[in-house]
């Protein structure tokens, strides 16, 4: 099985943000909750199996 884990860096303590996932970098979908950085850097808690998919893409969006 081949899996990934999305690192972030350049975060800004205090902000919220929301992970979101797409395969075509036109249609995101958010993934888990809005968390609040503590940091500037973040391994996100979860793997994902890359087996199959085409491309697999990862953002972080500033969330209210």
């Known amino acids: 099985a081949k899996a990934v884990k999305p690192v972030f860096?350049?975060?800004c303590p205090g902000l919220n943000y929301q992970l979101q996932v797409s395969s075509d970098l036109?249609?995101?979908t958010n993934h888990g909750s809005v968390f609040s950085a503590?940091?500037?850097t973040m391994d996100y808690p979860q793997y994902w199996d890359v087996d199959g998919w085409g491309g697999l893409?990862?953002?972080?969006?500033v969330s209210p």
């Not at 893409?57 to 969006?61: A, E, G, I, P, S």
Request: net charge neutral; aromatic share 22%; no cysteine.
């Open 57 to 61: 893409f990862f953002r972080l969006q």
């Open 26 to 28: 036109n249609n995101w």
């Open 9 to 11: 860096t350049d975060l």
């Open 38 to 40: 503590t940091n500037s």
